[in-house]
């Protein structure tokens, strides 16, 4: 999954150069009549996406699907621009027909990636999720394929190898894997073997990806990219279908187009990248025994989010804090059953914290404060040697 990432490295920024400039990458007025079929990146001289399927040179088939992907409109009404999209893979998987299109919404400068299926002879959208960084889709190496029996995989032909979640070998043909067993809400880890390219002069033995589980709702795309391996750590024993709620860390903040609210798009604190976390240290919360804290971190299209995690001893169910966007002083709503907190950090140093009169700390350290959240606002600040930060929180709803 090398390429044009959100906050890449230098190095995997290169990789992307080689990889526009190699290529020829989509021309933008190029007028066909259908679909492209396959995507014309190259790395080298490697079609990184080359027709694959049975259905790949098929006339009909690449006209069908691309009357329904004409027809497909995003939850805001875009549409998806034609030249500059492409069918990654169509034929027959497991007696069904499957096409994977990766379709271009300038509107929402959004990459889809559509699934369709056969209604009778016809061509349907029956399924797509939406990656927030532009172009993301075609420089990936590995998709999601939503399957009745399970997860399915399409990967690059970058890919020499994905290993399954535990650990194995993944078998597949025309770049589709064999059913994957991924839990509803849990994240399972995905590792790819990259070949040497130009892009990758010695390829790359460990390219991670984290599935977040097959109940994720569409059109929030369920792979993470994971490359030290601190996203898996980090959601274990998480429960992701709760991190994706209203509520959660992942679900909580919706997605703004301009000055309108897009409820049905994929929330604007979803994850993309780099979700790792931090331990605040180990507190006693809802009168048990203490437990751990730590601070969820993750980088989504508009910048680093955070989140507050507490685990309780003996093994209970974690609590999660809606998100909060990366700033000096964080602030949390932390739903403990029959107590709910307000968690403040920072990490400044010789910063002085303050919160309103008659409030009760039951945590009070260096960086981290924890009081108990009234039904009116609290305003919390935070004197640093030249500027003050300020915070406030309202009851929970």
Same mark, same amino acid.
């Given at each position: 999954?090398?390429? =044009?990432?959100?906050?890449?490295?230098?190095?995997?920024?290169?990789?992307?150069?080689?990889?526009?400039?190699?290529?020829?990458?989509?021309?933008?007025?190029?007028? #066909?009549?259908?679909?492209?079929?396959?995507?014309?990146?190259?790395?080298?001289?490697?079609?990184?996406?080359?027709?694959?399927? !049975?259905?790949?040179? *098929?006339?009909?088939?690449?006209?069908?699907?691309?009357? =329904?992907?004409?027809?497909?409109?995003?939850?805001?009404? *875009?549409?998806?621009?034609?030249?500059?999209?492409?069918?990654?893979?169509?034929?027959?998987?497991?007696?069904? $027909?499957?096409?994977?299109?990766? &379709? %271009?919404? #300038?509107?929402?400068?959004?990459?889809?990636?559509?699934?369709?299926?056969? %209604? @009778?002879?016809?061509?349907?959208?029956?399924?797509?999720?939406?990656?927030? /960084?532009? +172009?993301?889709?075609?420089?990936?190496?590995?998709?999601?394929?939503?399957? #009745?029996?399970?997860?399915?995989?399409?990967? !690059? =032909?970058?890919?020499?190898?994905?290993?399954?979640?535990? +650990?194995?070998?993944?078998?597949?043909?025309?770049?589709?894997?064999?059913?994957?067993?991924?839990?509803?809400?849990? $994240?399972?880890?995905?590792?790819?073997?990259?070949?040497?390219?130009? !892009?990758?002069?010695?390829?790359?033995?460990?390219?991670?990806?984290? /599935?977040?589980?097959?109940?994720?709702?569409?059109?929030?795309?369920?792979?993470?990219? %994971?490359?030290?391996?601190?996203?898996?750590?980090?959601?274990? @024993?998480?429960?992701?279908?709760?991190?994706?709620?209203?509520?959660?860390?992942?679900?909580?903040?919706?997605?703004?187009?301009?000055?309108?609210?897009?409820?049905?798009?994929?929330?604007?604190?979803?994850?993309?990248?780099?979700?790792?976390?931090?331990?605040?240290?180990?507190?006693?919360?809802?009168?048990?025994?203490?437990? *751990?804290?730590?601070?969820?971190?993750?980088?989504?299209?508009?910048?680093?989010?955070?989140?507050?995690?507490?685990?309780? $001893?003996?093994?209970?169910?974690?609590?999660?804090?809606? &998100?909060?966007?990366?700033?000096?002083?964080?602030?949390?709503?932390? #739903?403990?059953?029959?107590?709910?907190?307000?968690?403040?950090?920072?990490?400044?140093?010789?910063?002085?914290?303050?919160?309103?009169?008659?409030?009760?700390?039951?945590?009070?350290?260096?960086?981290?404060?924890?009081?108990?959240?009234? *039904?009116?606002?609290?305003?919390?600040?935070?004197?640093?040697?030249?500027?003050?930060?300020?915070?406030?929180?309202? =009851?929970?709803?």
């Amino acid at each position: 999954m090398v390429s =044009a990432r959100r906050g890449a490295t230098t190095g995997t920024a290169l990789a992307a150069l080689l990889l526009v400039t190699v290529g020829c990458g989509p021309v933008a007025d190029r007028q #066909p009549k259908d679909l492209r079929v396959g995507y014309d990146s190259l790395d080298g001289t490697l079609a990184v996406w080359p027709p694959r399927g !049975s259905l790949a040179r *098929d006339a009909a088939a690449t006209a069908g699907i691309t009357e =329904a992907v004409r027809d497909w409109r995003s939850p805001v009404d *875009d549409r998806v621009h034609v030249p500059s999209s492409g069918i990654l893979f169509s034929g027959q998987v497991a007696g069904s $027909a499957l096409a994977l299109v990766a &379709a %271009d919404v #300038p509107g929402e400068a959004a990459s889809w990636l559509l699934q369709l299926d056969q %209604d @009778g002879q016809r061509w349907r959208v029956a399924h797509a999720t939406e990656y927030t /960084d532009p +172009g993301y889709l075609v420089y990936s190496d590995v998709l999601p394929v939503r399957q #009745p029996e399970g997860r399915r995989y399409l990967t !690059s =032909a970058r890919v020499e190898r994905l290993l399954g979640p535990d +650990g194995r070998v993944l078998g597949g043909a025309d770049g589709v894997t064999d059913p994957v067993a991924v839990p509803a809400c849990r $994240a399972v880890e995905l590792t790819a073997t990259l070949r040497p390219t130009p !892009s990758l002069p010695r390829g790359r033995a460990a390219d991670r990806v984290l /599935d977040l589980g097959t109940a994720t709702e569409a059109p929030r795309y369920p792979l993470v990219r %994971d490359e030290t391996g601190a996203g898996k750590r980090a959601l274990t @024993g998480l429960d992701t279908c709760a991190l994706a709620g209203e509520r959660g860390p992942f679900g909580s903040l919706p997605r703004r187009l301009g000055d309108r609210e897009a409820p049905r798009s994929a929330p604007e604190s979803w994850p993309m990248a780099k979700i790792a976390t931090r331990s605040l240290g180990e507190v006693a919360l809802g009168g048990g025994e203490p437990g *751990d804290l730590e601070q969820l971190s993750w980088e989504t299209a508009t910048g680093t989010m955070t989140a507050v995690v507490y685990r309780p $001893a003996g093994g209970g169910t974690p609590v999660v804090s809606p &998100a909060d966007r990366s700033t000096t002083l964080q602030a949390y709503h932390l #739903p403990v059953p029959g107590q709910p907190l307000a968690v403040l950090t920072w990490r400044t140093r010789d910063a002085s914290f303050a919160a309103p009169p008659g409030t009760t700390r039951l945590v009070d350290r260096p960086g981290l404060v924890v009081v108990e959240q009234t *039904d009116a606002k609290q305003t919390f600040s935070l004197a640093g040697t030249e500027k003050t930060w300020y915070r406030s929180l309202s =009851a929970p709803r």
